[in-house]
């Protein structure tokens, strides 16, 4: 990508009616460059919505991505349940394809008390099953494992950027505040941010530091990891040095705003970026 490009968690809270259309005069009106699709329960969507998205994304210029369902655990105790998140997976980037995304991301699965190592195990076998589906399809849609908010969950920064060197088309979701929530409070300096940006370049690569996809949000966390999305100016987490250090490392692609109210802290990120 040719710049770093803010955008929303799903349609803008202020956008009224809540059509796509809307959605990207409002964006564009913002400065804002796009849309992550969330599919919080399931891959589906109205014709008449998917025909809006490829008809006026394109005609402003809009990058757009998808959260794929929440409903996804590659480490489940049920077989079953592995091939409906592997499913779950699939459906997810054969929508992408269809709408022309930029990438996919989700969250792998849950350790469930297992040995992590024995978890990762699991894990690649889910993405093997995953892209060997993509790969018949010839679908080469960014398939990206996020960093998660609980120590509970799989996906440290050391696992997703383990796994993204398993396959082509797999490159890792880099959940800022998830970081800064599993561990109880660090990665939240610039020299922190400097040193996953750089671990990401050295272990991926130029491309991946090129072809990013990031999200950020204020965050509440305990010592068990994260509690819920904050607004930015609310929470403790230091946006302002994650936006040096993205400009330092010339980082390109997107940056998705979770907050509460997305689009105002969207803004707020694109606008110190800006001034950087």
Known sequence: MDKLN?????????TKPRTYKQAFDDLEEMGLNGVEIEFVHGVRMSSDNQR?????????????????????????????????SVQRVVETAQMAKKLGLYS????????????????????KAGFDEIMQTLKEEKNTVFVRPETTGKPTQWGDLDE??????????VLPCIDFSHLHARSGGAYNSYDDFSRILEQIGDELGDFALKNFHAHAAGIEYTQKGEVRHLMMRESDFDYKALMKAFKAFDVRGVLVCESPVMEEDAVLLKEYYSKL
């Open 160 to 169: 997703v950027i383990k796994i993204s060197k398993l396959y082509d088309n």
């Open 52 to 84: 809006e998205i490829v008809e006026f994304a394109s005609q402003k210029n809009m990058i757009l991505t998808a959260h794929a369902p929440y409903y996804i655990n590659l480490n489940s105790k049920e077989e079953e349940k592995i091939e409906a």
């Open 6 to 14: 803010f955008i929303t968690a799903g349609i803008p809270i202020r």
């Open 104 to 123: 996919i991301v989700f969250h792998a699965a849950f350790y469930m008390g297992a040995d992590k190592d024995v978890v990762f195990d699991k894990v």
